[in-house]
């Protein structure tokens, strides 16, 4: 049976050679150290490989399941979940404020990759609570906050977000669930909504469901949404939270993977609610909870390839098939053939790269919110409204397609379930889907992130990087280079593109973006990896591997983002 | 729910149109013209549209299942089964002199398609059959032609073939399973097998199993290797087979997808056999098996992109989200939105092209049997030969790809198993892994078909694709044209490469030659649609598509396997 082994080392190398932590953590969360940091994360990868993962298997093979109307989770997450709360882990990076720890947001983004590296189902309830946390902060009155905010912050209890239904998903205008006011500040919900994820669960505790509905008044389409905090348990007279709100799940949803986690139908009727922000603004408040959420979603698709990676690589080790290279030995472990071997360097030249480069856009995540220069804040907030879409969906379809190549490297055992390799892809497959597709995903960066500032923090963006390139003339800067200058070109040639045609470069635009901040992230790697040790050596081989192998996509992309619109709009849609 | 549109209209546009059926047929099956050949296709396409379709999804759901030592398959399957041998499909391109309807070999490859596109399990059962048939033919003796192969072509009997252990996948020179004389001409075989497709069924009649494994004497690796037919029944005294051989059942392998398949752990306890062949030739024997099989499996990759695509296409064309490009009407039907028409684009250039191509080589495969001239009948021979690991592993990488492609139109419904979109991605992810990974396909085809009559036969296939290519300057012919030159010179490049290179290099090389043959069919696809008609229309949009958006692939492709094996074998085993 395979163990998970927390990428300690490489952690310590992003922090201390490559993100200059202490340096870039000096203004904005003084008390945290590299040290510290590593300490954290080594025990945080403690809990993961050793209370998390082993519940993994079971978890996709039993599944959540609804009885009598409640559900009730695999065997063993009950506990788990309970554990991780006493450890205090769901504050890790929530503002002492509110009863958080207040480290810096890097710890929870890869603590975050280490749940999805080692049970994703389970990750999901301490993730989605954080979302409804941020959403009340941002938006909630005070009373709100003094009722809720505590207890999701310590994860005693958890939340849940209530958006979609079955004619409304991307496009949240077609919602028809209603939001009746009742004069004293409540309204009564009414409605169906479909794939809530963390909808019921039996780990105790209160359920803060936040859900999008009409109030009666609403104008029609995105303008006429509002938000309304729903909870499982409603106050009762001694400020108790006993009184069973008449809300339901109709059912969990069947589906490819993360069958550990009960993703619902919620049947709300007349459900208890109240306003979390101004009337018909709840698309804002809930792009609240979904900015927190993109990130995180981005690190399951790196944290399950990281996980699959790992898991492949040990069995490429121990394998015995075929034949070597010069024909003396046989069998040979199949870590020597070199098709394995560019399976499992494809998986890792992502997965390092985009480490680091998620662990750069935590930095940035607390500067925005914590630098004492406001210039620097708003800087820092833009770039992570830039990158943003870039880490949810191309770390999700990479995580995707790593989990696919891993599973190659079992043949035939990889399609079998036991050895957990197919569990990997069914569950990264969802990554891609939700908290909006990443088609979305890449129209959000080229239709609204690109215009930031009429084009400076893309610009200044490609500067930082540009910088850095400079500085360095190691191949993989060279490469980087020239795949950031056709970037440019891609980048200027979308300026004021049409709706069409961004829809029909986006996704390849977004894709190219990905590679260059990759190139960049080697760069910065290899150039910081100059002594002889393993950990060093490695990094310059996979950096040489990305240059020579990853990066000349770049060529490819282009050509596909410059194509335009015209044959993508040509054909009738009946002739489809 | 989506019905299943079987592709006539296609099919008749590339006999007629493209592959010149007519002509091409005959010196070879004289009785067979296009008509007929579209009256066939049409009657299969109602079979697999109007019964096996409808199976599909249950068949997931439930399973095929062991109970008491027997499998049962779920419900219907084995009622169409009996339906299916009743109409005489099994025995569509069988030989009359075998009892088979001599059919050209294009209309088995694409009934293939439509069985894999409506129902991949069931697929399985006259496809594995079919090898076993091919096996005997080449290689059985007299006797056993006699007693095994007529129930087998007419598909009262199924066969099945056990070569994997769980030592021995890709490296058959390592399986232990044992078989002795009896002195009789009969064999005790002992050992077990996994991965058994068909192993066993409730279909009724014989299963006859085509067993590799090693005799007393047999010298080590696969120059021990021979192989043995071990029927579920013996012959009794009165001839009839009643007589339950000593084999068994051990598992049904739990795995991702193909569910209704019974994959087999076969337990072989003495059982009775007979080699097939020569002693310690079954190596030899096997690839007859393989190498039939290899183009099928190629094909279920484009069937269920093909019907992937149907169904995302239908949905994308009545599911209402978003506004449209201009901003007056919402919402609209997302097939007006650019990037699911690029979705959709990508994984129907793919499945035109293969379909084409997959026919061509069909084509080329009757010649090599019944051309009356032997140098057509070798050369047809070697272009089958190159061309087999490229539709193996191309069109099945590229099925896989269009299944997630086609999955991601339906947003967060097609994670969901109801709509059946989420089957397809795992159904279609095992044909990248059986019958020889696609690594290995790759290596095949840069290892062993390169070098074929010293690179004449590659050659002279880059010969007629330049030829057809030179008949018309439309955009996809000088698209084609410029991969075609590139992929000439990392031909060049790779001749006499060494083991490592040429892995290194392989999966890359096989994709690039699949992208200049699909292009290829492409332009002679275009260049056959010059009619104001729907159908030709379309050829001439998605031709663009490809030409625009998917040939530039090429660049990056050749980048990648110019970039040598260097850096891949640089890193430590230890280090991975």
């Known amino acids: 049976m395979y163990s998970y082994v927390p990428p300690i080392d490489d952690y310590r190398f992003l922090l201390t050679h490559v993100l200059r932590f202490d340096e870039a953590m000096a203004e904005v969360c003084k008390d945290v150290d590299a040290d510290l940091a590593i300490t954290v994360l080594e025990e945080a990868g403690r809990l993961c490989a050793d209370r998390l993962q082993p519940l993994n298997r079971e978890g996709d093979e039993q599944g959540s399941r609804l009885v009598d109307g409640a559900v009730i989770t695999p065997p063993g997450f009950a506990d788990a979940y309970r554990e991780f709360?006493?450890?205090?882990?769901?504050?890790?990076?929530?503002?002492?404020?509110?009863?958080?720890?207040?480290?810096?947001?890097?710890?929870?983004?890869?603590?975050?990759?280490?749940?999805?590296?080692?049970?994703?189902?389970?990750?999901?309830?301490?993730?989605?609570?954080?979302?409804?946390?941020?959403?009340?902060?941002?938006?909630?009155?005070?009373?709100?906050?003094?009722?809720?905010?505590?207890?999701?912050?310590?994860?005693?209890?958890?939340?849940?977000?209530?958006?979609?239904?079955?004619?409304?998903?991307?496009?949240?205008?077609?919602?028809?669930?209603?939001?009746?006011?009742?004069?004293?500040?409540?309204?009564?919900?009414?409605?169906?909504?479909?794939?809530?994820?963390?909808?019921?669960?039996?780990?105790?505790?209160?359920?803060?469901?936040?859900?999008?509905?009409?109030?009666?008044?609403?104008?029609?389409?995105?303008?006429?949404?509002?938000?309304?905090?729903?909870?499982?348990?409603?106050?009762?007279?001694?400020?108790?939270?006993?009184?069973?709100?008449s809300m339901s799940v109709g059912a969990l949803e069947k589906k490819m993977g993360i069958h550990a986690q009960p993703t619902c139908v919620m049947n709300y009727d007349e459900a208890t609610g109240w306003l979390v922000g101004e009337p018909h603004r709840g698309l804002a408040a809930m792009f609240t909870m979904m900015n927190a959420e993109r990130l995180m979603v981005g690190i399951q698709g790196l944290g399950i390839a990281g996980a699959a990676y790992g898991q492949a690589a040990s069995y490429a080790k121990e394998r015995l098939q075929g034949r070597s290279a010069d024909g003396t030995r046989n069998p040979v472990a199949i870590i020597e053939h070199a098709d394995v071997r560019r399976m499992l360097l494809t998986i890792r030249a992502f997965v390092e790269a985009g480490r680091a480069l998620a662990g750069w856009t935590a930095l940035q995540l607390d500067r925005a919110h914590a630098h004492p220069d406001a210039a620097e804040r708003a800087k820092a907030d833009a770039l992570v409204a830039l990158l943003t879409p870039v880490v949810k969906a191309a770390f999700t379809d990479m995580g995707f397609e790593s989990a696919v190549q891993a599973q190659q490297v079992f043949g035939g055992h990889g399609?079998?379930?036991?050895?957990?390799?197919?569990?990997?892809?069914?569950?990264?497959?969802?990554?891609?889907?939700?908290?909006?597709?990443?088609?979305?995903?890449?129209?959000?960066?080229?239709?609204?992130?690109?215009?930031?500032?009429?084009?400076?923090?893309?610009?200044?963006?490609?500067?930082?990087?540009?910088?850095?390139?400079?500085?360095?003339?190691?191949?993989?800067?060279?490469?980087?280079?020239?795949?950031?200058?056709?970037?440019?070109?891609?980048?200027?040639?979308?300026?004021?593109?049409?709706?069409?045609?961004?829809?029909?470069?986006?996704?390849?635009?977004?894709?190219?973006?990905?590679?260059?901040?990759?190139?960049?992230?080697?760069t910065r790697m290899a150039a910081a990896a100059q002594d002889d040790t393993p950990l060093h050596n490695a990094k310059q081989s996979v950096a040489a591997f990305f240059a020579q192998r990853m990066l000349p996509q770049a060529d490819a992309l282009a050509a596909s983002i410059m194509a335009g619109e015209t044959t993508l709009m040509a054909l009738e849609a009946d002739a489809f």
Chains 1, 2 share one sequence.
């Open 85 to 245: 709360v006493a450890a205090g882990w769901p504050a890790l990076a929530a503002s002492p404020d509110h009863g958080g720890q207040g480290l810096p947001f890097i710890l929870q983004l890869w603590l975050d990759e280490m749940l999805s590296a080692t049970n994703l189902s389970f990750g999901l309830f301490p993730g989605l609570t954080r979302g409804a946390v941020e959403a009340i902060i941002a938006h909630a009155s005070e009373d709100l906050k003094a009722a809720y905010l505590a207890p999701l912050v310590s994860g005693e209890w958890t939340g849940a977000m209530a958006l979609t239904e079955s004619g409304a998903g991307t496009d949240l205008a077609l919602l028809k669930t209603k939001a009746v006011p009742l004069g004293d500040g409540r309204h009564a919900v009414t409605g169906q909504k479909i794939f809530i994820s963390s909808g019921d669960h039996d780990f105790g505790g209160n359920i803060v469901h936040l859900v999008l509905a009409r109030l009666p008044d609403a104008p029609p389409g995105v303008k006429g949404i509002s938000l309304f905090l729903v909870p499982k348990f409603l106050p009762d007279a001694d400020g108790g939270f006993t009184v069973r709100n």
């Open 415 to 522: 399609y079998i379930r036991e050895w957990g390799m197919e569990q990997y892809v069914r569950d990264a497959r969802i990554a891609q889907i939700y908290e909006g597709t990443n088609g979305v995903q890449a129209m959000d960066l080229v239709a609204r992130k690109l215009p930031l500032s009429g084009g400076a923090v893309v610009e200044g963006f490609f500067d930082l990087i540009a910088a850095d390139l400079d500085t360095t003339d190691m191949p993989i800067a060279t490469r980087t280079r020239e795949a950031l200058s056709k970037l440019r070109d891609v980048t200027t040639s979308l300026r004021g593109a049409s709706v069409d045609a961004s829809g029909a470069a986006a996704v390849d635009y977004l894709r190219l973006f990905a590679l260059v901040a990759m190139g960049w992230m080697w």
